[in-house]
């Protein structure tokens, strides 16, 4: 790939289809690079999963419509969850969610989202209660791409099941075979 020295803006179409480990790891930095100097990087690329290693700023575009123009961060942040364990999970439970998160409990486990979720641990700290585990989630750049796509698609996969892959494979065997005796 020949990148000018002095260029600007800089174009990137599916820029890691086809490398080893360690290409992707050089035209990760490369892209880096380039933006450290001040030029823009635009990637066009369907590994949203290496995206999402790769960008700080996305746009979606779907159907020739801007969907998102954000900060990976700020798109990710929104599905970030947490679950917490606690030996006093219905008292932190109520500190929680008079905090203003939302809480669901179910046991000792506590699953808990909001824009103040990184404030649990003080939360609790603050009435003395003891936390045995907090651990936070968010969705893949996948589930958050199909969420900003819903509806503005032309296909939508769908897993099929096992047994109705195994009919049809039966079907076509059955169906060449008797092409076969025929002929």
Same mark, same amino acid.
């Given at each position: ?27 990760r ?7 450290? @100097? ?5 990637v ?5 999963s290496?995206? +999402?290693?790769? +960008? ?9 419509r801007?969907? +998102? ?23 932190? +439970? ?16 506590? @699953?808990?989202?909001? &824009? ?16 045995? &585990? ?7 750049? &996948?589930?958050?791409?199909? @969420? ?27 169906n ?8």
């Amino acid at each position: 790939m020949r990148l000018p020295s002095l260029c600007p803006l800089n174009l990137i179409d599916e820029p890691v289809n086809g490398l080893d480990p360690e290409g992707v790891t050089w035209i990760r930095r490369l892209m880096r690079d380039l933006a450290a @100097q001040g030029r823009t990087v635009f990637v066009s690329s369907h590994l949203l999963s290496e995206m +999402a290693d790769t +960008a700080d700023h996305l746009v979606v575009i779907a159907q020739g419509r801007l969907v +998102a123009d954000s900060p990976l961060h700020d798109l990710l942040d929104v599905t970030r969850t947490a679950i917490v364990r606690s030996p006093e999970s219905s008292r932190l +439970a109520e500190v929680l969610d008079r905090s203003g998160l939302s809480v669901t409990l179910s046991g000792a486990q506590i @699953q808990v989202s909001g &824009e103040r979720i990184d404030e649990i641990g003080s939360l609790a700290h603050g009435q003395n209660l003891q936390i045995d &585990e907090l651990s936070f989630t968010a969705a893949s750049l &996948e589930d958050v791409y199909a @969420q900003l796509t819903e509806g503005a698609t032309d296909h939508r996969s769908s897993v099929v099941p096992v047994d109705t892959i195994a009919s049809l494979g039966a079907q076509i065997v059955s169906n060449s075979s008797e092409k076969e005796s025929s002929s």
